[in-house]
């Protein structure tokens, strides 16, 4: 590494270099073990005491002996074709448990909704294969289609197209589920047998669910209630519900049930939808190739009759222009004498079947029937039927609304989710009920522990203590303070007064102890740009820029109209950090005091190098297991594209800490890879030339140039956004290509590694068993309800200040390092401390946070939107490769 790191000395620019192993140093090989998740060795003590209460309730079997026999279900139409549909199998199945019940023995079952079945006593084994009708006609019209796929003259002949289906349906026997297995996992059992019992008791709580005509949504479903739902803006409505699973844990077996919230389309006329959505007030100005894509596999019923359809697209034409053959009836003999008609289909529905249309004339109909058979139905008599998800990615105002009208507080919480438990009485479900399962009614009981707020170092060396997971700057100095001298301010919004902006930025930067002299220029973008494109506004802007500047700045203050979704944001930093190399921070004030100018000035004292507060370990170099050998901390996440784009590239951010033996700063390396891939692909990335262009080469050399060329002899990795059925695999693929990066580097000593994957994504919670509020932040619980083997266990970190806190859920996969459970929950606590941005501490690590901001910031500089329409219709779509930054600010500590 040292020889590397000389090349390195002389080179322009670090991202642009890919050494090859200098030929005297011999690369010694290290076997690439596959490692197991390692089990608990024991559990913390520190920290205050505190009664707790847990969203867990404890169930109890009083048949283990008792068995799960699996079955495989294979549903065919009378043609043989697949039946794809879980709405249909559902339909199916019930119909045939209602139709064969004498022949299955009466026995109760719970079905996937796709290919399990399950029962508690064998199927006689003559039950096999079953023929099923249904005496209504799926996704068809009750009403106006006839065979043919046209518009029929009245509803006298919709009995015609209520054809039963027919269904073949087979059965096989597939395995057994003992329930014992629940048992054996209290004891450490294989994961796959646990998973196999625990999969079957979450199908039964579907089932459940299914049977009250409720929307599933994994294991969450939502009743249609409208006293559950709440309007989140542009046709959206958000709908609570509870999620409810099996798990079994520490203290034994437990029901954990949680309310959940979801986002439907708002039931209603189709128009009414529209119109909300396209977020405009007359018909005449609805985009309808938009509508077109957002209404695509919809579920409506018209006002005519009360069939259900699902709508597969648009017709070419309006209503009034778009003509279908319409069969004549020969007087009131009732046959048609094989007479046909060309019409339009509004002047079937307004002459022959008398419906006054008022808007539809000049709008397209929707159409449900097939691709090669039409039916056409008038938008204005088209509803939306409940419960119906909405899969697009919300806008910020949406998200921001359902986030605030999904809050609970905990007391409420509580009494919500206690009534469900006594509500859905689970007790009384026939398989449950036959395997003697019964749930306590009350929230468990857990001890939890308070870990005490690490104590920090600000400007001076004077102690900043954080009270309740918070600190502030007020009459304090940073610990390490830049010196801006050449700059700039400008303005891409009309409403800002950016001289004023300046002048408060100087005082509040001047008491923070930041010394910023006058900005060269303060420039206004002129009217007419404001007219062009996004990529245009910015070019003109900085061509105005420079002909004001002697030399290029060495920070600019970028003013935006909007907050977070501005088009301006990814061009204007894509043009700073990879064309330039100038450190920028984009503001959308819009209320401009001291707070808000000293988060800014958090903000841009990092990103110039300067350090806002230490821990006051960091500062005497006393962290356990850190401060006498040199190690690195990893925070590593993917982002990947909103639901239903899969064409969208994921991006991988990994940050690592520099220099040693601080863990406050971090670098970030950022690429992209293939859709909806959570292993990160490129931390070794060897080249054809031999050369490696990986993510971990990056950070490794950087570490050894800014730790006083000292390599990392310990590796820290905090890993997030990964399920429980990935630890395995993610932990052995992304550890061997970080041992396969150090090894190119010629290094034989491969460091020791600790492996961490932190959760936001789960439904246990931590209330005061003595108080209403949340919990306090440091609050620690690794007994009772964590895993019962696996080494994990929940920090809530942060204080909880609306809604009821969520903690993180961390799981130790791998440890060489050595951590006491102590000193790994203290430092992975004292890691919620070093968010430079901040004066909270945060819910996760800093490390995973920085990690989750690079991704989700250098998503929007590169723009996927223009990507992927550009590239639309192909079959293999590349992955495009991010912009690299510019080498004036490669080492910054992460570009936002």
């Known amino acids: 590494m040292e020889k590397v790191c000389e090349e390195m000395d002389n080179s ?5 270099l890919s050494p090859t192993i200098p030929p005297s140093v011999k690369v010694e090989k290290v076997d690439l073990l596959k490692r197991s998740i390692i089990s608990r060795p024991g559990f913390g003590t520190s920290g205050q005491h505190i009664s707790l209460l847990t969203n867990h309730f404890k169930a109890s079997v009083k048949n283990p002996d008792e068995i799960f026999y699996h079955y495989s ?3 065919h139409f009378e043609d043989g074709k697949a039946v794809d549909g879980k709405g249909i199998g559902r339909k199916v199945i019930d119909k045939l448990y209602q139709t064969y019940s004498s022949e299955l023995s009466g026995k109760s079952f719970a079905y996937d909704g796709a290919h399990s079945l399950y029962t508690v006593r064998p199927l006689p084994q003559n039950c096999s294969e079953f023929t099923i009708i249904l005496e209504e006609s799926i996704g068809k019209s009750s009403g106006s289609p006839s065979n043919d796929g046209s518009l029929s003259e009245s509803g006298k002949r919709s009995k015609h197209s209520l054809q039963a289906k027919t269904f073949k349906v087979e059965i096989s026997y597939a395995a057994k589920v003992p329930l014992k297995f629940i048992s054996f996992a209290l004891q450490g059992a294989e994961p796959e047998r646990v998973q196999d019992a625990m999969r079957v008791l979450d199908v039964i709580l579907r089932q459940e669910a299914a049977n009250r005509g409720c929307l599933l949504v ?3 479903f939502f009743h249609d209630d409208s006293r559950m739902f709440s309007d989140v803006g542009g046709g959206v409505t958000g709908v609570r519900g509870f999620h409810s699973s099996f798990s079994p844990n520490l203290g034994g077996f437990s029901l954990n049930m949680d309310v959940s919230t979801t986002v439907i389309l708002t039931p209603g006329p189709v128009l009414d939808f529209l119109l909300a959505n396209q977020n405009v007030r007359e018909h005449c100005y609805i985009d309808w190739t938009k509508a077109k894509k957002t209404l695509k596999n919809m579920r409506i019923k018209a006002r ?31 046959d048609d004498g094989g007479e046909t008609s060309e019409i339009t289909v509004y002047e079937y529905f307004t002459k022959h079947r008398g419906i006054e249309l008022k808007h539809s004339a000049f709008m397209p109909c929707l159409d449900v029937g097939k691709p090669k058979r039409p039916i056409y139905m008038p938008l204005e008599l088209c509803y939306l039927v409940p419960l119906q998800r909405y899969t697009k990615a919300l806008s910020l105002t949406q998200r921001t609304s359902l986030i605030e009208k999904s809050r609970q507080k905990p007391l409420d919480k509580i009494k919500v989710i206690t009534d469900a438990v006594k509500n859905y009485c689970y007790d009384g479900n026939p398989l449950l009920a036959t395997c003697g399962i019964s749930i306590e009614k009350q929230l468990t009981q857990v001890d939890g522990r308070v870990l005490e707020a690490p104590k920090l170092k600000v400007g001076g060396g004077e102690d900043c203590f954080p009270r309740n997971g918070r600190w502030n700057f007020n009459n304090k100095k940073l610990y390490r303070a830049t010196w801006i001298d050449s700059w700039a301010i400008v303005n891409f919004s009309s409403s800002c007064d950016i001289s004023y902006i300046s002048r408060e930025l100087i005082n509040c930067g001047r008491n923070k102890g930041i010394h910023i002299e006058r900005p060269y220029t303060l420039l206004e973008e002129d009217s007419q740009s404001r007219i062009a494109g996004p990529v245009i506004r910015v070019e003109k802007m900085f061509e105005r820029l420079m002909t004001k500047l002697p030399d290029p700045p060495e920070f600019l203050l970028c003013v935006l109209a909007e907050r977070k979704n501005s088009d301006i944001y990814g061009p204007w930093k894509k043009k700073c950090l990879s064309s330039l190399g100038i450190v920028t921070q984009c503001i959308a004030p819009i209320k401009i005091n001291e707070q808000y100018l000293t988060n800014v000035l958090l903000k841009i004292n990092s990103k110039l190098g300067g350090i806002n507060s230490l821990l006051a370990i960091e500062h005497s170099r006393g962290i356990p297991l850190i ?18 784009r899969s064409d969208i590239p994921s991006i991988a951010a990994v940050v690592g800490s520099r220099p040693w033996p601080l863990i406050s700063r971090y670098r970030a390396v950022v690429r992209t890879q293939a859709s909806k891939l959570e292993m990160i692909e490129s931390l070794f990335k060897p080249l054809a030339n031999g050369e490696d262009d990986g993510i971990m080469r990056e950070l490794l050399l950087d570490f050894y140039q800014i730790s006083n060329r000292r390599k990392p002899s310990q ?5 997030d956004g990964v399920n429980e059925s990935q630890f395995a695999q993610v932990m052995n693929t992304e550890l061997d290509q970080m041992i396969k990066a150090y090894q190119h580097l010629g290094e034989v000593d491969v460091p020791k590694f600790t492996f961490i994957v932190a959760q936001k994504n789960h439904r246990t919670k931590l209330f005061q068993a003595a108080a209403p509020g949340n919990v306090p932040p440091g609050t620690v619980v690794d007994t009772k309800v964590v895993h019962p083997t696996n080494y994990d266990f929940f920090m809530c970190s942060h204080a909880g200040m609306i809604g009821t806190s969520r903690p993180a859920h961390y799981h130790v996969l791998l440890d060489e390092i050595g951590f006491s459970p102590d000193d790994l929950q203290n430092l992975i606590h004292s890691l919620s401390y070093v968010n430079q941005r901040s004066t909270i501490a945060s819910s996760l690590v800093a490390p995973i946070f920085y990690a989750h901001l690079a991704a989700h910031q250098m998503g929007q500089i590169l723009k996927f939107e223009d990507f992927s329409e550009s590239l639309s219709g192909q079959e293999s779509i590349p992955v495009p490769q991010l912009p690299r930054l510019h080498k004036d600010v490669a080492g910054s500590m992460f570009f936002c």
């Open 12 to 16: 322009p620019s670090l991202p642009s």
């Open 304 to 334: 005519h009759h009360n069939m259900e359809f699902k709508i597969i697209g648009f017709s070419e034409n309006p209503c009034h222009q778009q003509f279908f053959t319409l069969k004549l009836r020969n007087g009131n003999r009732g």
């Open 627 to 644: 401060k006498d050998t040199p190690t690195m901390i990893l925070g590593m996440d993917v982002s990947h594209g909103s639901p239903g």
């Open 218 to 220: 994994r294991q969450s």
């Open 715 to 719: 590796i820290v990795v905090f890993r």
């Open 73 to 75: 279900v294979s549903i």
